[in-house]
């Protein structure tokens, strides 16, 4: 008895959060998606110019990996606020 019980109230409540969840789950992959297309165009950009940078003058290497490790953050970034998203399902 409790069974049927449990299955009715499972059932209301899977309908009542599959459209906040689903909507959580956009919102992660909106987060990702963007953040690692905005972040291959940063790392696009910076390590040719620091490619160029660095054949010119070797000594400035440090200086352009943190250029590039920097644009590469923003990936980073968006996979954090995705994984927050996720965990406050």
């Known amino acids: 008895f409790s069974n049927s019980a449990y299955a009715a109230d499972t059932a209301t409540g899977e309908a ?9 789950f956009i919102a992660a992959g909106l987060a990702v998606g963007l953040s690692c297309v905005g ?15 660095i054949s010119e003058n ?6 352009a990996l943190i ?10 970034y968006g996979m ?6 996720l965990n406050k399902i």
């Open 16 to 24: 009542a959060a599959s459209s906040g969840s689903s909507l959580a």
């Open 39 to 53: 972040g291959g165009i940063a790392v696009a950009s910076s390590a040719s110019s620091a490619l160029g940078a």
């Open 58 to 63: 070797p000594k400035i290497f440090g200086q």
């Open 67 to 76: 250029m590039v490790v920097l644009a590469e953050g923003i990936a980073i």
């Open 80 to 85: 954090l606020i995705a994984v927050l998203i």
